[in-house]
Every structure is written in structure tokens, then in C-alpha cells.
């Protein structure tokens, strides 16, 4: 068994695209669900909304691509609009129903033969995010390590990423510390930043393992940054009189409504927001691939998203960072692991005479089966997530 | 009660002063009505919850509303505050038609209702949940929440009227506590300081004393009188007759849906269609047991 | 300390030595770059059946594949096999083009949407392999009066409302009685479908037996999803919402297993396969679809009476309606409960049978109907098991008939949505129009055709 192998993929998909763009997702789902309490399962289609913006840029209307910011943020609006007018002033599980529902209609219609036209069917759209793989200061066909002493290390680079290492680290610290800190204050400070110190030294050995291409390597540059500068805000705005409302919201709308507050602007507001932050993971990740596929938009990946937040831990904004990381991690890690289990196996694993493995495309299903597991075993025993806070979880119960 | 008559303050003798002309039947008219029902009706499939045809809250004045389970009197309360609606009917609050206006408006207008089951938001902090309840915040826009210099001024302002509050309350020392570690009573003073926070005209406590143990039910009727001193009406739900008795100017008496009668608490005590009601709901327990 | 903190305390260290143990390794360890990746490409040839109007996919076999990497430079070719299948391994996880050589499609098959050239992504490979699917073959739909190609639409319609309704009245009774909106009903519905057919087709056994072991255990199914998981979440007082996700966890799992076991690809019963189609009136319909259809409906009417008059049909409403006066007035709350699962399970499994006799059996036939359903059962009134069947039913029908167009617009110039009043909902889309009534309906009159309003306070 070829452990490197398996620590490789498990450290690439650490600070990988694909924990990247679930980071910003899950910023927006955190929004809705964590703080607000509203059980959006359509998250994938927000992030249809972003792909499928810039995409059709060049493709449909042969504007330039970066207008597809703008018209992401406008679709997401409409899209939310559409999700909550109906549904925010009935029941959650309403809102759950309506949203996958939605999300669904999007992929199928920009799957569609029939809107070929404009959404490119089942290929999707390729090759329009020309102007931003072009302008990259990264090689697209050379790899680029995270590994501040690499040889092919691209200063810019490494300077950036070592800033969003930092604020990943300050984050995923000030989470240890919380946890470890018996009584919530004391020798706060010196676990604090030894957690901060432990988990730099990780990164940085993590680093070493791990090496993207030039076009990954950029997208990972501008999407951790955009990850952090939204988590900042949101942090910002969670504190503020607003988060106050929108907590109030999730744990018992009629009283907030009872004390004069438009529960159902506020929810409308949670949810758009939480949507055109994800409408951001759709844009980073159809840029980081250069094209657009309405597969990677299915109600999977929602239920991925979800996953990966409560594993880090709802109402938190370290929690919708870190836990995309860690879920990643994890799935790679267990993909990894039983791929070189079935190699070194012969490609045959049976348990008790159970042909569990026979062949590679199997492990997909075990990851995925991994994935529910997760799932259900984290809502019943850590809803606070894996560095969850012991009183607040003592509050679940009532 | 005679003992009473000295002990009453100032606000207690001016509504008192007010109400005793008023004729002891149901829907009768108030020299001074800060809410008004008029043929409020709302049926679920085949019962009839609420069938009032007229009430009439006086203001200033600290009003029950008793009655047996299931008369109607917690489906009365989500239907004056919007969060129900009515098959047919009008009402008013100061004067202003309530129809077809959102619930948070009503809070907005002074009219605020706690429920009969606490509803404390339990995962926030007392502080925070007695925040919440000051109306008008400028931070409670969202674009104002990532400027705070727009909003912390008032926050400041916010914090020191809900710690007033809470040291009022006696749950100052809960302050930094999530709602959720805190007792049943507890849970019900907070939702009734929070309510406070609104700088309500009108406060609607539905079953305030429920669970409540007896020495902070003393204290309760207190705060309860205190608000009326200050200026607020007082419109509560409550099943304990001495309670009602001791603190009320005006008692309403609903059964199955409708008002049955309307009195002074001496003039409730002694109705034989009040008995009656009751009697007729618990199967020939007495009244004083029972209540 | 309690036991519960030590072990969390253990657990705690045994993390952090874990990390540490993976930093230091990683200190030492070389990078590593290969894997054992691969493409599969799938040919299919898509069949329209001029009866039915649905389409079958068959594999071809014998078509030879390429695959080039992004210069050009070929990295590896393969021929179908009689599954259709062909699997060609590849060097490292990058952009690769796979082109499939069209002069070794059979006589008369020609490629349909998306050209024989067709892209993969490094990053498309979540897994090790990478999946290219190519569909073959023209549809021919055979010329028929619109009047009799409609009411065909509707007896097939009907048909599939009725398995819809069957699939939606256990959902709806469960969310009636425990509030909980069960994400892995779907699941219900394969699970059925699929111990049907491993006893029928795999283990050979008659569908006599089959079939109804398949619904019994689709009953013990339920059952034991509600003994183990939902019944110790209602005792610890796990919150709905939570409990909500849950059952999107237990969705993934199962449908996950169910793929492992069944496969990806779609199979047909062993029973009651290849019969031809019986005219009746304008219609035409086969033996099996008018028994399926026919069981359907007394199943149906049956759980109808049976809630209606029955003793517990009563007690079942009675928790629909209110918990709490129910448990008061003496009765068992839990065991309706266990009951409703069990039924649920029975239904669902029944449905799905009768699905993959229809469609065949693959993982995803019940999670497929999932949106379906809870469209019905929002039609109807969530919470009400006689609005989940007429909501379901309706739905079922409106699905079916939607893919026929009424011939009434002048001109057939007219932009997408527009046009499918005139041509029909293509058929790739036809549950949308069905999601889109949902949300009207939710618009309009949100507590459904038969539901109630909630009450407050
Ligand atoms: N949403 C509802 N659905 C059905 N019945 C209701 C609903 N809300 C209240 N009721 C019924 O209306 C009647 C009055 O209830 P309620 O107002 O709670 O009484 P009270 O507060 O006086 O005890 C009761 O019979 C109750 O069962
Ligand atoms: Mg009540």
C-alpha cells in the first residue's frame, strides 16, 4: 500500500478547488441555515446561477466575460426571489421541497437539447473564461506548490496564500482553543496562539505534499481570498443588530415577529444573500475548470455543502471554512485509501466473502456512502460540528 | 376588596374611577377603548374558536381575560396581533383599523403579546435576546450591519435600557446566560422584558404566571402593576382567581369563543353565568378549586 | 468526569497524535502523482417505442474509441464490449479529448447530440474513472391521430399516477403522524423494486413469490428504518429540521449502496417482459401494465376505506390531526407510528415494483419520483394521506399528458416555453412544468386542495 499516495491526495484536498468552492457555498448555505435556520436544499442552483452567468458571457451573448459577475449576482437574486416568495412564510420544510425542486429545474433545464442555444446542453460551456485563464500570472501547464521552498514556487503566489494560510490557521485556532480551553477564558491567549503556531507548521508541511497547475493554482489564490474577505463579513455582519434579528429568526420566528421585526423581509434577505455568496463557489469553480458543466449542479452536491458545514460546524464562519477543507480531506482520503486497497488487493476487495471492490469506478459509491454516513451521524451527535461548543450543544436538547 | 382600596396607587384609583360606571355585560362600551373587537369570528374545520361580537380594552387599565381551557382565548390574542386572521371581522387598536396589517406592524404600533408557551430564543444570550426587542434599530438594516459607526451609538443606548430591564427583573445575573439554561419562570420574565423593549401601549401576556413559582408570582403581579403606573395597558391571560382578583381593574370571561361577561373582579366573582361556565367545563368541581 | 467526557477526552488525543503523526510523516514523504484513472465510454442506442412514446436504451456493441491527450498525441483507444461499454485506461488526471470512431457504428446508427469528439476535464475525475456517454439512433414516432395518441397520454398518465399515489400515501402519512418530510422516501420506492427483481430475475424465483416477499420486506424495511433511526431521534428529542437532514444522509447512503449492488445501468424483470401491446379503443396497453394499473387502484381505495373505517384507519388521522389530544384520548401514538412505516414501506415498495416492471429497475427509479411526490403531496395538502393520492395522482397524469402538445397555436415559431402548449413538454423536461405547479400552488393556496391551516402561539 502506497501510503504517499493517499497523503498526497488527502493534503492537495485540503486547500484544493474543490474545497474552495464549497468554502464559498457553504459561507452562503451558513447564511441561510446556520444563522437563519432556513433549510435551503437548493444551494446547487445558486451556484448554477454563477457558472452559468460567466459562461454565457462569451457564449450567449458574447459579452466579455467579466460581466458575468454582475448578471451571477442578478441571477441569484431572481432565483432567490423565486425560491422565497412562495415559501417563506410557510413551513421549513416548504422551503427544503421548493428549493431542491428549483435547484433541480435549473439542471435540467440547462441540460436541456432543448436550450442548447443558451446553456450548451449536457457538454455544457468551454473555453470562455479565456480572459481570466489568459491573464494569469501562473503557467497553466506547470505545477505550482504551495511549499514556500519549492523550486517552481511563484512568489506572488506563495506571499498570498501564505496570507489566507494565515487567517485559515488564526481561524481554525481560535476553533481548537475554544474547544480545548476548559474554562473559556483562562490561558485563552497562550493555547490560542499555540494552536495558531501547530497549525501553521501543519499547513506548511501539508504544503510540501501537495503542487496544482498554474490555472487550479490561481483560482485557489483569488477564491481562498474572496472565501476569507466574505467570511469576514459575515462575521461582521452576524455581530451587528441585523445577525441579531436573523439568529432571533432561527431559533423562533413568531417571537422575533412578535417584537416588531419583518421576519419574512429578514428571511428573504438571508436567503438571497446566502445565495449570491454561492453564486461566488459557481463562478470560482466553472473559472477554475474553464467550463461549465450542469452535472456538477445536481442536488448532490448540495447535500455535499451541507455535509461539509456541519461537519465544521453551523453558525460559525470558521466552521463554513474549515469544514469544506475537512470534508475534502476525508473524501480523498477514503478514495485514496481504498484505491490503493484494491490495488494492493488485486483489484478485488471481499470482506466475509462480500465482493465489495471489484472494480476502481466502485470506490465512488463507498466515498459517497462515507458522505451519508457523515452526514446523519453529525446531525444526530455534533450538530455544533466537530470542534463544537459544549454548552451550546447542551442547548439542543430543549 | 377593602384592604385594597388603601394600597392602590395612583394609576389603579384612575382607572378604577373610570371602569365603575361601566355596566357589568358583555361588549359593553368603555369611556376610553384602546382596543376594539367587532364580530371576530374563526372557526378550524367544525369548532368555533372565537365568536366575539364586541369587546372593548380601556386604557390605562389592567384587563383579564379568564376562562376555561379551550374558549378561545390564546386563538383571540394571534388574531388581535395578526398572526392569525379572522373569517369575518373588525378591529382596532388606537384608533387604527387592524385589517389586513402584518403582525410586526401591530408591534410596530404599540402593541405588543407574549405567548403562553415561552418562547425564549434559547441558543442567544439573554442581553441578546433582550436586544432584540428595542424597535427601530439602525443596525437591523443590512447594509448598515458591516457599518457600525452607523449603529453602535444606539446599541450603547439599547444595552443600558435592557440591563435596566433585567435588573428590574431580577435576571441581571443571567445577563451573559443563554435563555436556554434559564428556568421556566425565568423564561417567562424574560419574554415579558423583551416585550417590554418595544416600548409597547398595549401588553398582551398570555398565561404569564404559568409555571411560575408562588414567591416570583408575588413579585410578577408587582411588575405586572408597575406597567400600568407607568403608563401602559395591561390585557393578561391568567387562571389563578386570586391573582385576577388582586391586580385587575376589568375582567373578561370568554367560553366556547364568545364573551359571556365583563366586570369588576367583585362583580365577576358573584355572575352565575361565570360558575356556570366553569361548571359546565370541569364537571362539577368548584369554582375556587378549580380556579 | 463521566465516562462520555473521558471518551471525548481519549478521542481528543487520539486526533491531535493523528495529525501529528501525518505532519511528521508528510515532513519525509515524497510527493506521488499516479493512479489507477480511466475513461468509460458508453454507447447507447435510443429506441422510441411507437406504442408507448418512450424511449429504451440498448448498448452497442463494437465501436472503436480514442482517447488523445490535450497535444494531440493519442494515450489510449478501446472497443465497446456487449455491454456497450469501454473502459481505457489513462496515464495522470488531465484534459484528455475522446472521440469515437463513427465508421464503426452498425449499419444505420447515427450519433445524436453532442458529436463524436467530446472533452474531459482533469477535474471531472471526483472519482478514478471517468464516465462518456454517446447515444445512437433516430426516433421514429410513428404518425397517429392526436385524439387517440391523447388518450393514450392519459391511460399511461393514469397509470402512473396511480404508482405515484402509492409511492406518496406512506410519505404522507408519515409526515402526517411524526411531522417528518422524509428525503429517503425514494429509497423506499428502489429498495422495493430491487429485492423484487434480485428474487426474481437473480435467484430465478416466480414473481408470485417474489413480488410479495418484495413488499414484505419493504414494510420490514420501514419498520426497521423507524425502530433505528427515527424512533431514537423522537426519543432524544432531535428537533424536526435536524432530523429533516437526516434523512438526506440515510438517502445518500442507501441510494449508494443500492447502486453498488444493482449497478449503474438500468434492468428488466424477468417476468412478465417483451409483451406485446393489447388495442383497446384508441389505446393500446399490455396485460401486465392493465393488471399493474388495476392492483394500483384497489390498493389504493383500499388504504382509503381502510383509514376512513377502520379502528386504526381512525387512530392514524386522529395523530394526523393532533398528537397531543390523540396520546390523551388513549391512544398509542408510537405503535400508529411503527404502523404508518410499515404500510409506508409496503406501498412504497409495491410502487416501486410496479415501476421497474414499467421502466426497469436501476438505483435512482425512486429517488426519480422523490420531487414527484412531494409535488403531489404539496397539491394535495401536506399532512393529508387522501390530498398525497388525488395530489399524486393528478400529478402523475398531468406529467404524462404534458409531453403532448395541443395543436392549436398558429405558427410554430414561437420561443421555447411558449411553444410547448403547441409541440408538447419535451420530454427531457417534463417534470418542470409539474415542479413550476407546485410553487403556483404554493402561491395560491398553500395548505393544498385538502390541507388546513397551521395554528400559532
Ligand atoms: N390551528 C388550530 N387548528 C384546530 N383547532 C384549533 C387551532 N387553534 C385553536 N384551535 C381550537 O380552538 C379552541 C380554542 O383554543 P385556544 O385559543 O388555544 O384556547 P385557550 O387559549 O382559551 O385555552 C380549542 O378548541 C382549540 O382546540
Ligand atoms: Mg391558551
Given at each position: ?45 445558486f451556484m ?7 459562461g ?38 416548504y422551503?427544503?421541497i ?40 501562473f ?39 475554544q474547544?480545548?480551553?476548559?474554562e473559556?477564558?483562562?490561558g ?9 503556531v ?58 422575533v ?24 463557489s459557481?463562478i ?12 456538477n ?11 461539509a ?53 466502485h ?12 452526514l ?5 451527535f ?17 | 376588596?377593602?384592604?385594597d ?55 390605562g387599565?389592567?384587563?383579564a381575560l ?46 405588543v ?26 443596525g ?31 435576571l ?67 387562571h ?52 | ?24 510523516f ?31 436504451k ?15 498525441a ?30 464503426t ?70 409526515f ?190 425512486g ?32 406529467v ?58
Amino acid at each position: 500500500m502506497n501510503w504517499s499516495n493517499i497523503l498526497t491526495a488527502t493534503l492537495s484536498a485540503f486547500f484544493g478547488v474543490n474545497a474552495m468552492y464549497f468554502a464559498l457555498s457553504a459561507i452562503g448555505l451558513n447564511v441561510q441555515f446556520g444563522y437563519a435556520g432556513l433549510l435551503n436544499f437548493g444551494q446547487a442552483g445558486f451556484m448554477a446561477c454563477g457558472a452559468y452567468a460567466v459562461g454565457m458571457t462569451a457564449h450567449y451573448y458574447g459579452i466579455s466575460f467579466w460581466w458575468g459577475v454582475p448578471i451571477a449576482v442578478v441571477y441569484a437574486v431572481i432565483f432567490g426571489l423565486i425560491m422565497g416568495v412562495p415559501t417563506l412564510r410557510l413551513r421549513a420544510d416548504y422551503l427544503a421541497i421548493v428549493t431542491i425542486a428549483l435547484a433541480e429545474c435549473v439542471r435540467l433545464i440547462v441540460r436541456s437539447v432543448t436550450f442548447k442555444k443558451y446553456f450548451g446542453g449536457s457538454d455544457g460551456i468551454n473555453q470562455f473564461a479565456n480572459s481570466f485563464v489568459s491573464k494569469t500570472p501562473f503557467n497553466p501547464s506547470s505545477k505550482y506548490s504551495l511549499y514556500p521552498f519549492a523550486d517552481s514556487v511563484n512568489a506572488v503566489g506563495s506571499v498570498l496564500l501564505l496570507v489566507s494560510f494565515a487567517v485559515c490557521s488564526v481561524l481554525l485556532g481560535h476553533m481548537l482553543a475554544q474547544k480545548w480551553a476548559k474554562e473559556e477564558r483562562q490561558g485563552f491567549q497562550t493555547k490560542w496562539i499555540i494552536s495558531a503556531v501547530a497549525v501553521m507548521a501543519f499547513l506548511m508541511i501539508a504544503s510540501k505534499q501537495t503542487e496544482y497547475d498554474g490555472l487550479s493554482f490561481k483560482s485557489l489564490v483569488v477564491g481562498w481570498i474572496l472565501a476569507a474577505v466574505i467570511g469576514g463579513f459575515i462575521y461582521m455582519l452576524m455581530r451587528s443588530p441585523w445577525g441579531r434579528v436573523i439568529k432571533g429568526i432561527r431559533e423562533d420566528e413568531d417571537a422575533v415577529r412578535s417584537l416588531g421585526k419583518n421576519v419574512y423581509s429578514y428571511k428573504m434577505q438571508a436567503l438571497i444573500l446566502g445565495g449570491v455568496i454561492a453564486t461566488f463557489s459557481g463562478i470560482m469553480f466553472s473559472v477554475s475548470r474553464g467550463s461549465v458543466q450542469p452535472d456538477n449542479y445536481s442536488r448532490d452536491v448540495t447535500f455535499y455543502v451541507l455535509t461539509a458545514l456541519v461537519l465544521g460546524g453551523l453558525a460559525k464562519v470558521s466552521g463554513s471554512i474549515v469544514g469544506p477543507m475537512l470534508f475534502w480531506a476525508i473524501l480523498s482520503f477514503v478514495d485514496a485509501f481504498l484505491n490503493e486497497l484494491a490495488k494492493s488487493w488485486g483489484g478485488h476487495v471481499d470482506i466475509f466473502g462480500i465482493p465489495l471492490i471489484t472494480e476502481s469506478s466502485h470506490i465512488g459509491v463507498y466515498v459517497q456512502v462515507v458522505i451519508g454516513l457523515m452526514l446523519v451521524f453529525l446531525m444526530v451527535f455534533r450538530p455544533q460540528g466537530l470542534f463544537g461548543n459544549k454548552k451550546e450543544m447542551a442547548l439542543d436538547g430543549h | 376588596m377593602a384592604t385594597d382600596e388603601q394600597t392602590l396607587s395612583e394609576t389603579a384609583r384612575i382607572a378604577r374611577a373610570a371602569l365603575a360606571n361601566v355596566a357589568p355585560e358583555p361588549g359593553v362600551a368603555k369611556p376610553d377603548p384602546i382596543m376594539t373587537a367587532e364580530g371576530v369570528r374563526r372557526s378550524f374545520g367544525g369548532i368555533t374558536a372565537v365568536d366575539v361580537e364586541r369587546v372593548e380594552i380601556q386604557r390605562g387599565s389592567i384587563t383579564a381575560l379568564i376562562g376555561p381551557n379551550g374558549a378561545g382565548k390564546t386563538t383571540f390574542f394571534n388574531l388581535m396581533t395578526a398572526f392569525d386572521t379572522p373569517d369575518t371581522g373588525k378591529w382596532w387598536f388606537d384608533g387604527k383599523d387592524l385589517e389586513g396589517v402584518q403582525a410586526h406592524k401591530t408591534a410596530d404600533m404599540g402593541m405588543v403579546r407574549t405567548f403562553q408557551l415561552t418562547k425564549s430564543l434559547t441558543k442567544m444570550s439573554v442581553i441578546e435576546n433582550m436586544k432584540l426587542g428595542a424597535t427601530g434599530q439602525k443596525g437591523e438594516k443590512w447594509w448598515n450591519g458591516l457599518l457600525p459607526f452607523t449603529w453602535l451609538a444606539q446599541e450603547r443606548e439599547i444595552e443600558a435600557r435592557a440591563d435596566a430591564l433585567l435588573a428590574r427583573f431580577k435576571l441581571d445575573h443571567m445577563r451573559n446566560e443563554y435563555a436556554g439554561t434559564l428556568s421556566g419562570g425565568q423564561r417567562k420574565l424574560l419574554e415579558m422584558s423583551r416585550a417590554l423593549m418595544t416600548n409597547p401601549k398595549l401588553v398582551m401576556l398570555d398565561e404569564p404566571m404559568a409555571g411560575v413559582n408562588p414567591a416570583l408570582k408575588q413579585s410578577l403581579n408587582q411588575h405586572i402593576k408597575g406597567l400600568r403606573d407607568e403608563g401602559m395597558t395591561v390585557l393578561f391571560v391568567e387562571h389563578d382567581m386570586d391573582m385576577v382578583h388582586d391586580i385587575s381593574d376589568w375582567v373578561i370571561v370568554m367560553a366556547e369563543g364568545m364573551i359571556i361577561a365583563e366586570g369588576t373582579p367583585d362583580q365577576i366573582s358573584s355572575n352565575p353565568a361565570v360558575i356556570d361556565a366553569y361548571l359546565g367545563a370541569h364537571q362539577g368541581k368548584s369554582l375556587l378549586e378549580d380556579l | 468526569m463521566n465516562p462520555g467526557d473521558q471518551l471525548k477526552k481519549r478521542l481528543q488525543h487520539l486526533v491531535a497524535l493523528l495529525l501529528v503523526g501525518l505532519a511528521v510523516f508528510g515532513m519525509f514523504a515524497e510527493p506521488a502523482h499516479a493512479e489507477d484513472l480511466a475513461v468509460k465510454v458508453r454507447v447507447q442506442n435510443q429506441v422510441q417505442d411507437a406504442g408507448t412514446g418512450k424511449t429504451k436504451k440498448e448498448p452497442v456493441a463494437g465501436v472503436k474509441v480514442v482517447v488523445a491527450d490535450t497535444s494531440g498525441a493519442q494515450v489510449g483507444e478501446g472497443v465497446t464490449d456487449d455491454k456497450g461499454v469501454a473502459l481505457i485506461p489513462l496515464p495522470a488526471k488531465a484534459d484528455y479529448t475522446v472521440t469515437l470512431d463513427e465508421s464503426t457504428l452498425p449499419e444505420g446508427f447515427a450519433l445524436q447530440e453532442g458529436g463524436a469528439e467530446r472533452q474531459v476535464k482533469g477535474d471531472a475525475f471526483v472519482t478514478s474513472t471517468v464516465t462518456v456517454n454517446y447515444f445512437t439512433g433516430a426516433a421514429n414516432r410513428a404518425t397517429v391521430g392526436w385524439w387517440s395518441q391523447f388518450a393514450q397520454r392519459l391511460a399511461d398518465g393514469a397509470r402512473f399516477g396511480l404508482i405515484l399515489a402509492m409511492c406518496a400515501v406512506g410519505l404522507s402519512l408519515i409526515f402526517g403522524t411524526t411531522g417528518l418530510t422524509n428525503f429517503a422516501h425514494g429509497e423506499m420506492v428502489t429498495f422495493g423494486a430491487m429485492i423484487a427483481y434480485i428474487l426474481n430475475t437473480d435467484r430465478a424465483i416466480t414473481p408470485w413469490l417474489a413480488f410479495p416477499v418484495a413488499i414484505i420486506a419493504g414494510g420490514a424495511f420501514g419498520l426497521a428504518q423507524n425502530e433505528f433511526i427515527y424512533s431514537p431521534l423522537r426519543k432524544r428529542k432531535i428537533g424536526l429540521v435536524s432530523q429533516m437532514v437526516v434523512t438526506v444522509g440515510v438517502a445518500i447512503v442507501l441510494k449508494n449502496i443500492f447502486l453498488r449492488i444493482l449497478g449503474g445501468r438500468t434492468k428488466v424483470f424477468a417476468a412478465f417482459n417483451n409483451q406485446d401491446c393489447k388495442r383497446v379503443g384508441p389505446i393500446c396497453v399490455t396485460p401486465r401494465d392493465a393488471t399493474t394499473a388495476l392492483i394500483s387502484l384497489v390498493i389504493l381505495v383500499g388504504v382509503a376505506l381502510a383509514l376512513q373505517k377502520t379502528r386504526l384507519g381512525k387512530a392514524t388521522r386522529a395523530v394526523s390531526d393532533n398528537p397531543d389530544l390523540a396520546s390523551s384520548t388513549g391512544i398509542d401514538s408510537q405503535k400508529i407510528i411503527r404502523l404508518v412505516w410499515i404500510l409506508g414501506g409496503m406501498l412504497a415498495a409495491t410502487g416501486g415494483i410496479f415501476r421497474g416492471l414499467d421502466e426497469g429497475v436501476g438505483p435512482f427509479i425512486g429517488s426519480d419520483l422523490l420531487f414527484l411526490m412531494f409535488a403531489g403531496i404539496t397539491l394535495g395538502g401536506l399532512g393529508s394521506a387522501y390530498g398525497a393520492l388525488v395530489g399524486s395522482f393528478v400529478i402523475g397524469l398531468f406529467v404524462e399528458v404534458s409531453t403532448l402538445g395541443i395543436p392549436i397555436m398558429p405558427g410554430k415559431n414561437w420561443p421555447a416555453p411558449l411553444d410547448w402548449l403547441h409541440n408538447g413538454v419535451p420530454s427531457e423536461l417534463k417534470n418542470v412544468p409539474a415542479y413550476v405547479g407546485m410553487i403556483i400552488v404554493l402561491l395560491v393556496r398553500p395548505q393544498g386542495i385538502l390541507g388546513r391551516r397551521e395554528r400559532v402561539g
